[in-house]
């Protein structure tokens, strides 16, 4: 994620869920400290609490990157019966927010693999259970029944304490702007 900002230190509150494979990769940061909603299925979901994503799906032989800023976490994990022999599971929708390239469409990446949800409803960080996961899954888009089969694929994952991530300068240019403007407004209504 080249243009994600690369952390030092841990800071409280997020982490990153990542996954490389040859047919694949993504880095995903969400904040855990957002309080769950929907709880279901041992899971559920949080609202806004993804930030910025970077997720690079093949089609055939052509490259798709998907970069963005926002979106929601949605968790649910399955757990077997005494009389089945099986690993727990846990499921990861992330429903990403809005592209770096201005696609309105909504793409959501689905990664299933062996794990357990905390009592929040929240995937293990990396280093609470052993080693990383072995997530398969798929890149796909609701609205135009895109998926990307092969997007994920089996590959090693990690869901790790991060760095909060650092706005990028387009946004802070952004905010600067809006300062600006309020700031002329507030002068303006004084002299009248």
């Not at 494979?21 to 940061?29: D, K």
């Not at 099986?86 to 770096?100: A, D, I, K, M």
């Not at 890149?139 to 135009?144: G, V």
């Amino acid at each position: 994620m080249a243009w994600l900002p690369t952390a030092a230190i841990a800071a409280e509150g997020w982490a990153e869920i990542g996954w490389g494979w040859r047919w694949g990769s993504g880095e995903i940061l969400y904040n855990r400290d957002v309080e769950p909603t929907n709880r279901a299925n041992g899971g559920a979901t949080f609202r806004d609490s993804v930030g910025p994503f970077s997720v690079i799906a093949w089609e055939m032989f052509e490259q798709h990157r998907f970069e963005g800023w926002g979106g929601t976490l949605i968790t649910s994990s399955t757990t077997c019966l005494p009389e089945i022999d099986c690993s727990p599971s846990v499921t990861l929708v992330v429903e990403l927010g809005p592209l770096r390239s201005g696609d309105p469409a909504r793409w959501q990446v689905t990664l299933t693999g062996p794990g357990e949800l905390d009592a929040r409803g929240l995937p293990y960080l990396q280093g609470d259970l052993s080693g990383p996961a072995h997530y398969e899954g798929y890149l796909s888009n609701d609205l135009n029944d895109t998926r990307y089969t092969a997007a994920i694929g089996w590959g090693d994952g990690w869901n790790r304490a991060v760095a909060a991530p650092v706005p990028e300068p387009a946004s802070w240019g952004l905010m600067a702007l809006g300062v600006g403007l309020l700031g002329g407004l507030r002068s303006g209504a004084r002299r009248h």
